[in-house]
């Protein structure tokens, strides 16, 4: 291998380090020198590390590496491609393949330091310790370490595809910060998935990770929950970008919960203006997004994500105390899940703000919302074509807690073409619900429909407070066109409240309102 201390300088031009063996530094040892890998011609490979850095050990100094190659290096410990304790490396161009670190941290790269990656491919990398393995492609530690990944002016992005971790199959940020523009993490397939046997298929965020535009995490997968990207009191910012993609080819799985993202721990930050979609959570819940910690989504979107076998098919929310917040345009629409399509809130608060649910689909209750405890607060905001396709609530189905339409408008905004077999926009069985406006109903062509009963509402217990608004379009099969309350509901009407244009076939009853 090669040594270099703090004055020397090292160029490669067509070299090949190969097939060389220490402590540290297979290949090479930087000690506050200077390396520069170039050409394409170049290749540091098959070097091994009885500790870290099985092809390039940075304690110090600066390492460059353009379009070269880094590949089947080995460290017993740590950096499997390139170890770096102190100093900077740039790579730009290169390719990292094939390297491991076998019992330890950082597959490709062990960044304890700055590293700054520009149109470089990360492929085949494994961080292989069955308990600990964390990093795949790169593994960042350490409070001031900074982690760039992007793409040169118009080049190419970078990509990571094909590595393995146990945690973290592409990117593990333990601390420091990590930021992703044109960067995807991820194949265009699963035959290239990043993988995690454990959490985190795409990217493990114990620090701060953010994604901006240009950034994609998609095809990865995890043996257990967070399949593009988990959260564990780390910091996650997506102020661009795309977790998953346009097609289910795209998609991001999780065999248990957080098919996209997976948020936990106390002190976990995450805010989302970003899109998440087409994910699956295969065995649990929260296709798109589960979270219990705060969650922000700004003017982003979660769409077409799946949790079919469970609940929360775009947001899964066990946030305790904590709050998730739609705001700002926010949209969740074509979801599916067995409850909660759009949203399953198990306790916690969920505030949608001048946000959107639509076209979310549930097997069974819950179209848009499945509320399960806490509070769920709508204002201003739209339930439209959502639907319970074998039971109840096509908007909303509450089991408990309590549940609030809030408007300044009494014809805005409008809850159209729910359905359900009963209560189309909105069904109780227990907790309360307090309406201020809006409209329950749409138009002749745009109704809510129940096939049962409750073409708007249907009260099996709890209460429903309706303040001020209208209840019009609404159709029932059997009975209750606008509204059904059952002997264990409560309905007050108060204020300025209108029902009209309700309707149940003939020879039902209870056009506009039935009370059992």
């Known amino acids: 291998g090669t040594t270099i201390g703090a004055s020397g300088t090292a160029t490669t031009g067509t070299a090949q380090v190969m097939y060389n063996t220490a402590n540290n530094g297979g290949g090479a040892f930087i000690n506050a020198g ?75 790269v062990y960044a304890g330091s700055s590293v700054y990656v520009y149109s470089s491919t990360f ?18 530690t350490g409070a001031s370490t900074v982690v760039n990944i992007t793409r040169t002016g118009t080049s190419a992005n970078s990509v990571f595809k094909s590595n393995k971790a146990t945690y973290g199959g592409a990117v593990y940020a333990a601390q420091g910060s990590v930021t992703l523009g044109y960067a995807t993490i991820g194949g265009t397939g699963s035959g290239e998935a990043n993988t995690a046997s454990q959490d985190g298929g795409g990217i493990y965020a114990a620090g701060a990770v953010t994604l901006n535009t240009g950034a994609t995490v998609q095809c990865n997968t995890a043996s257990q929950d967070g399949g593009g990207v988990y959260v564990n009191n780390g910091t996650f910012t997506m102020n661009a970008g795309t977790i998953g993609g346009s097609s289910s080819t795209f998609a991001n799985t999780a065999t248990r919960n957080g098919g996209g993202l997976y948020v936990t721990g106390s002190s976990a930050s995450v805010t989302v203006a970003g899109t998440i979609s087409n994910n699956v959570a295969t065995n649990g819940n929260g296709g798109g997004l589960y979270a219990e910690s705060p969650v922000t989504v700004t003017g982003g979107t979660i769409s077409s994500n799946h949790a079919d076998s469970g609940n929360g098919g775009g947001i899964y929310a066990l946030a305790g105390t904590n709050t998730i917040t739609l705001q700002t345009s926010a949209a969740v629409g074509s979801n599916t899940a067995t409850n909660g399509a759009g949203i399953y809130a198990k306790t916690g608060n969920v505030q949608v703000t001048s946000s959107t649910l639509s076209g979310n689909t549930a097997s069974a209750d819950g179209g848009g919302v499945y509320a399960e405890g806490g509070t769920v607060t709508m204002t201003t905001a739209t339930l439209s074509g959502n639907a319970a396709t074998n039971g109840n609530g ?20 409008t809850f159209t073409g729910n359905i ?36 708007a509402i249907y009260v099996d217990a709890g209460t429903v407070n309706f303040a001020t608004g209208e209840i019009s379009y609404n159709t029932a099969g059997t009975s209750g066109g606008g509204l059904y309350v059952a002997s264990n509901g409560t309905l007050n009407m108060t204020g300025d409240v209108t029902l009209n244009y309700n309707h149940v076939p003939a020879g039902r009853h209870g056009g506009g309102v039935y009370l059992a």
């Open 420 to 455: 359900a077999d009963n209560g189309a926009v909105l069904y109780m069985e227990g907790g309360t619900c307090n309406i201020y406006a809006g409209t329950l109903g749409g138009s002749h062509d745009n109704r809510n429909k129940a096939t049962t009963s409750g073409g």
């Open 123 to 140: 492929t085949g990398n494994k961080a292989e310790n069955a308990i600990n393995g964390k990093g795949g492609g790169i593994y960042a």
């Open 394 to 413: 096509g908007g909303v189905y509450a089991t408990s807690g309590t549940i609030a339409f809030n408007s300044s408008s009494k014809d805005n905004p």
């Open 34 to 108: 200077t390396l520069k890998i170039k050409d394409a011609n170049v290749s540091v490979s098959n070097n091994t590390a009885t500790v870290s850095g099985g092809g390039v050990y940075v304690n110090g100094g600066t390492v460059t590496v353009t379009s070269a190659t880094l590949s089947n290096n080995t460290a017993t410990s740590q950096g499997g491609g390139i170890y770096s304790s102190s100093g900077t490396v740039t790579l730009t161009s290169a390719t990292l393949s094939n390297n491991t670190a076998t019992n330890s941290f950082g597959g490709g």
